[in-house]
């Protein structure tokens, strides 16, 4: 890339091209910065510049093809309430709506099945946890309140199922990392959250959650307690039956790792944390669907807080992060 990056966002784009927007290239002062990687090519070019430099943000490709980037830190290190939308005919960036209820970073999105966009949890602080939800309008650039997650969650997950439910998994808050998770259906908007009484083995802080067929997520890695100690556990969410169970074990502990789900039904698991905030690792994994994992070639770097991206092509992108060292500006593929 142009730039080095981490707390950036990858999003694959309609046309097949891949927009990489923000991050840092210091691990703290973020950059305006956008560049698109073209896969027939295999080359990048710079995109226009957003109008707020921003980090730890979301971004979310939207029916009409545009990109809708919510939050993050700012140049003062703030969390932002602001928003923009990438316009991908126009090759440009508008202001859109802010998102109400408190500026958030490290929060989570997902596009509903309603073309809405789900915005949750985060935090305006690094100790902390939010709990308000938001939805976004594209047609109107306007924000409703979604209701009040059960509880506060920092660096958590949204997973959308094909039912039209989003399942919210762990993060952090005050207390330390949750072992809870909670439902909202997005075709019954008015029931609001629901906290499911069963809860993971493990408190989830730095995990990945994948959707799988027939309405299962699995979960993978943690970084639990303090100082703090990094999770191989992987745990598997069963729709019909709201429960957990525990899988086996990944071949190497991670948190801050990307997990991508591949067309053959099984995921992929690259990178991350193996001790807290120690050196990253390159190693890479395969989750089968017979429920085994299996160690694959490791990635020519070593790389946390990376981005991994699913190309129509066949292949996964895996972009920036740090080595330990350096914020990097290389980028690579997985060919299954």
């Known amino acids: 890339m142009q730039a080095r990056r981490i707390g950036h966002t990858a999003t ?37 510049d957003l109008e707020t430099a921003r980090m730890d943000h979301t971004a979310t490709l939207l029916p009409n093809g545009n990109v809708l980037v919510v939050g993050g830190r700012g140049p003062g290190g703030d969390a932002l309430d602001s928003a923009e939308i ?28 309603s073309r809405k966009v789900l915005v949750a949890g985060g935090g305006n602080s690094h100790l902390d946890g939010l709990n308000t939800a938001a939805l976004y309008h594209p047609d109107t650039d306007s924000w409703t309140d979604a209701g009040s997650m059960n509880v506060k969650r920092n660096v958590l997950t949204l997973t959308l199922l094909e039912a039209g439910v989003v399942v919210a998994i762990g993060g952090f808050n005050a207390a330390g990392a949750e072992t809870t998770a909670e439902v909202y259906d997005s075709y019954q908007p008015e029931a609001g959250w629901r906290l ?53 074990e990944m071949m190497e502990a991670r948190f801050f790792h990307t997990a991508t789900a591949l067309p053959s039904g099984e995921v ?69």
């Not at 309609?14 to 090519?41: A, C, H, I, K, Q």
């Not at 493990?202 to 999770?231: C, D, K, W, Y």
């Not at 946390?304 to 066949?314: K, R």
């Open 12 to 48: 694959k784009l309609g046309d097949g091209r891949v927009l990489v927007v923000g991050g840092s290239s210091s691990g703290n002062t973020p950059t305006n910065t956008t560049e698109l990687y073209t896969v027939s090519s295999n080359s990048w070019r710079p995109g226009p």
């Open 86 to 113: 990438y316009d991908a005919d126009a090759n440009e960036w508008t202001p859109a709506s802010p998102i109400p209820l408190g500026a958030r970073a490290s929060h989570a999105a997902v596009l509903l099945p």
């Open 196 to 248: 499911l009484p069963a809860q993971m083995e493990h408190g989830r802080h730095g995990h990945a959650s994948t959707p799988l067929p027939s309405g299962r997520i699995l979960v993978t890695g943690s970084l639990e307690g303090s100082p703090g100690r990094v999770l191989k556990a992987a745990e598997l969410f069963q729709l019909s039956s709201t429960s957990w169970k525990p899988e086996a």
């Open 268 to 336: 992929l698991i690259a990178g991350g944390y193996s001790s807290p905030y120690a050196m990253p690792r390159a190693s890479a994994e395969i989750f089968r669907r017979d429920g085994s994992w299996e160690f694959i070639a490791p990635m020519s770097s070593a790389r946390v807080n990376h981005t991994a991206t699913w190309l129509e092509s066949g292949s996964v992108l895996i972009i920036g992060g740090t080595d330990g060292g350096a914020v990097l500006n290389t980028a690579e593929r997985y060919v299954p």
